[in-house]
């Protein structure tokens, strides 16, 4: 069973940093695009960055410059270290793993998500 385990998150002032961390469980065939996601109250799902297999990274407009991916491939794991936090990146962060199975189809997995408040 796929599994991707988030943590990390928690209560931090206007200015501070987290690091959010996901692993994914070994199971998993071929992982392609690890990422994350955000949703805010009352607000659709956004994305916060993905870091592809390559090494080659995208970010949100709103998190370029504040926040950065990383990725251990021999771990399955996937880190967002985010520095200079805002009140508006308050949101519940959730840990995003587009796989290839054996069979060759294409899995999109998702983590529980984990829980980042920021006061100003």
């Known amino acids: 069973q796929v599994q991707l385990v988030e943590s990390g998150g928690g209560l931090v002032q206007a200015g501070g940093f987290l690091r959010l961390s996901c692993a994914a469980s070994?199971?998993?065939?071929?992982?392609?695009?690890m990422g994350w996601y955000r949703q805010a109250p009352g607000k659709q799902r956004e994305l916060v960055a993905t870091?592809?297999?390559?090494?080659?990274?995208m970010y949100g407009d709103s998190v370029k410059g504040r926040f950065t991916i990383f990725r251990d491939n021999d771990k399955n794991t996937v880190d967002l270290q985010m520095n200079s936090l805002k009140p508006e990146d308050t949101a519940v962060y959730y840990c995003?793993?587009?796989?290839?199975?054996?069979?060759?189809?294409?899995?999109?997995?998702w983590g529980k998500g984990t829980l980042v408040t920021v006061s100003s």
């Open positions: 995003n793993v587009e796989a290839t199975t054996r069979d060759y189809v294409g899995m999109d997995y």
């Open positions: 070994r199971s998993i065939y071929r992982i392609n695009v």
């Open positions: 870091i592809a297999s390559s090494g080659i990274t």
